[in-house]
């Protein structure tokens, strides 16, 4: 790191809001001034369609060079700011009967309990020198485990809240770490301007953090009654209330069978459906009063909303194609010996990473119709984890929601 260095941080400008008017078919007209599309809004409900100014800042780091972004990248904006979590379960729901050791909570104001972080250190070999790419910030849990080690680290998130709180946690390492804003799918254009040639690793974890779990007002659990929003970047224009209560039944079947695979899928849908023709599904407790009624209790420890709140979630946040679009780039940013790791949470997100491992750690690709199999132009990667890696028995002990995580990792060939 080059003596003399002083500017870590990239300042975040003022988000511009746009005031305007949103309808949905049935309901008085709204005027939408906030993040949030319920915010105070008492019952009614808007079609959230409204119009963000770029966020714009400039900042430094002595081995980028100057770093201008002005000029965001679709559904990403960079801005400033330093891990995701932990879940229990295939959404990072918490079961009936776990309860969330509370011990760290009061200590920092934004609680996190990061995954894996020994596996992490393991694979990665954080070293004075090294510079390692976190995909998905939170907390900042890995970020740190890399740079208490001397390693340089560059950070995003699409949650402010987590680069906000991330950044005070990590200040303290000075212009060896810096946090951008955006969605990691976009991470090849955020970082086209800063002359980054490549990484000794990259990371994503995959998971909804704690902090969003356990904050009612994100609407991310259905422990808790707050708005049905579950955005990971408030930002964004759809909020899963949206989807509840404007889409058709057939639409609503689709999602929940193909992002929360969901055997009452249909039933669940119908449901949702007859209920928004009486009143519209405005918070988490609304939605999952319907669930219940449509399909019971049940009898295991999963919760009957577990599977329908994962399933709005990835839809409302694109997890799945931006997920694959990531791990699709990554190889062409990792240094010779690098390491790519993704940490999922449910078996949709797993199979994505399997698959693209697996991909592009073949040299021959082969099909049925072809005569004889040919080079793979993808292939330069070699799997580290022939098999997922689960977390130890003792971090499943003391965390609880770290139980689901899978750990895959590759290493990019000479």
Not at 90 to 106: A, F, I, T, Y
Not at 189 to 210: C, H, K, R
């Amino acid at each position: 790191m080059p003596p003399g260095s002083s500017s870590q941080f990239i300042t975040l400008s003022p988000v511009m809001e746009t005031s305007i008017t949103a309808k949905w078919p049935g309901f008085s007209p709204v005027d939408v001034n906030q993040p949030s599309l319920f915010g105070e809004i008492e019952r009614a409900v808007a079609r959230l369609v409204r119009g963000v100014g770029q966020l714009s800042q400039v900042g430094s780091w002595p081995w980028f060079g100057q770093v201008d972004a002005g000029a965001g990248s679709g559904g990403g904006g960079r801005g400033l700011f330093g891990e995701r979590s932990s879940g229990g379960g295939d959404d990072g729901q918490p079961d009936d009967d776990e309860d969330p050791d509370m011990s760290l909570r009061g200590k920092l104001d934004f609680y996190h309990d990061s995954v894996m972080l020994a596996e992490v250190v393991k694979y990665f070999r954080p070293a004075p020198g090294r510079l390692f790419f976190d995909g998905t910030l939170g907390g900042g849990g890995h970020s740190e485990a890399l740079l208490q080690e001397g390693a340089r680290v560059v950070s995003m998130d699409q949650d402010a809240n987590a680069i906000r709180h991330a950044s005070k946690r990590l200040s303290a390492f000075g212009d060896r770490f810096c946090a951008l804003h955006g969605n990691f799918r976009h991470f090849p254009e955020i970082l086209a301007e800063t002359g980054v040639t490549g990484f000794d690793g990259m990371i994503v974890d995959l998971g909804v953090s704690s902090h969003q779990l356990d904050e009612p007002a994100r609407g991310f659990s259905f422990q808790h009654d707050g708005p049905l929003d579950l955005r990971m970047d408030g930002r964004a224009a759809r909020s899963a209330a949206d989807i509840v209560n404007m889409e058709d039944a057939d639409e609503i079947e689709r999602i929940l069978r193909e992002y929360g695979e969901e055997p009452q899928a249909r039933r669940i849908a119908r449901a949702i459906v007859r209920a928004r023709d009486k009143n519209p599904i405005l918070t988490t407790f609304d939605l999952v009063a319907v669930i219940v009624g449509a399909i019971g209790r049940g009898k295991g420890r999963r919760h009957p909303a577990t599977l329908t709140f994962q399933a709005l979630r990835i839809a409302v946040n694109d997890e799945l194609a931006a997920l694959q679009q990531f791990l699709e780039a990554a190889p062409r940013w990792l240094k010779p010996g690098g390491v790519l790791l993704a940490i999922s949470f449910h078996s949709l997100e797993d199979r994505i990473v399997k698959q693209a491992f697996h991909h592009v750690s073949k040299q021959m690709n082969d099909r049925p119709e072809w005569p004889e199999p040919r080079p793979n132009p993808d292939y330069c990667m070699r799997l580290i984890t022939r098999k997922p890696q689960e977390p130890s028995p003792e971090e499943s002990n003391r965390n609880p929601r770290s139980r689901s995580a899978r750990l895959r990792a590759a290493e990019k060939l000479p």
